[in-house]
Nanobody, 125 residues
Framework: QVQLLESGGGLVQPGGSLRLSCTAS????????MGWFRQAPGKEREFVAA????????YYTDSVKGRFTVSRDNAKNMVYLQMNSLKPEDTAVYYC??????????????????WGQGTQVTVSS
């Protein structure tokens, strides 16, 4: 019932920046918490960041805290992930996800029910 599409990925040098965007279609995600996950080659999908319905609660995994910023614009049905000071270990496919309930902003894959197809981020010199 919620379709998500990520964009903004690409190739960037270590220390560079990228801004990922996620656009919802079919149904507004304004009432849902939103999350970002990533999956690197040969590794499991991991939590990156999450943001509540009205942006009061925001969470980051420790490895990106201070470098990444998650935000949302409910009027535009969009969520963003600003990534600064990128490292090679940030290389992964990044996925946008919509939560199951507006009352809880989780940090696990099971806390989210709708997923985008992902956008590739490659950090390399």
């Amino acid at each position: 019932q919620v379709q998500l599409l990520e964009s903004g990925g690409g190739l960037v040098q270590p220390g560079g920046s990228l801004r990922l965007s996620c656009t919802a279609s079919g149904r507004s995600f304004s009432n849902y918490p939103m999350g970002w996950f990533r999956q690197a080659p040969g590794k499991e999908r991991e939590f990156v960041a999450a943001i509540s319905w009205h942006s009061v609660r925001i969470y980051y995994t420790d490895s990106v805290k201070g470098r990444f910023t998650v935000s949302r614009d409910n009027a535009k049905n969009m969520v963003y992930l600003q990534m600064n000071s990128l490292k090679p270990e940030d290389t992964a496919v990044y996925y946008c996800a919509a939560g199951r309930t507006m009352d809880y902003t989780g940090q696990s894959q099971t806390d989210f029910s709708s997923w985008g197809q992902g956008t590739q981020v490659t950090v390399s010199s």
